[in-house]
Nanobody
Framework: QIQLVESGGGLVQPGGSLRLSCVPSDGSTDIYDMGWFRQAPGTDREFVASITWTSGNAYYLDSVKGRFTISRDNAKNTAYLQMNSLKVDDTAVYYC??????????WGQGTQVTVSS
């Protein structure tokens, strides 16, 4: 079963930056859109950002606008989430999710992002 493979999480101080990457495990799945979601302890998973593969249209959670940028490299079938000016409230497990052109929903295992001094 195809999954999404995430990388790039870690520990960073407030104001710092991290870049997350996400790619299908087979490297070639035909993607319609891909996005990032996050879940902090005791909370529901929330949408963070998404991007449409063909058009490149991007959408963001209000609280990350101006700080986070989602992009994709079609040749590498990879999406990136550049996170700048990180805040303690951004601490969560970040999950990559995607919809394929066949309508399948794919998820990654999640990567921990911790913002702490």
């Amino acid at each position: 079963q195809i999954q999404l493979v995430e990388s790039g999480g870690g520990l960073v101080q407030p104001g710092g930056s991290l870049r997350l990457s996400c790619v299908p495990s087979d490297g070639s799945t035909d993607i319609y859109d891909m996005g990032w979601f996050r879940q902090a302890p005791g909370t529901d998973r929330e949408f963070v950002a998404s991007i449409t593969w063909t058009s490149g249209n991007a959408y963001y959670l209000d609280s990350v606008k101006g700080r986070f940028t989602i992009s994709r490299d079609n040749a590498k079938n990879t999406a990136y989430l550049q996170m700048n000016s990180l805040k303690v409230d951004d601490t969560a497990v970040y999950y990559c999710g995607a919809t394929t052109r066949r309508g399948e929903k794919l998820w990654g295992q999640g990567t921990q992002v911790t913002v702490s001094s």
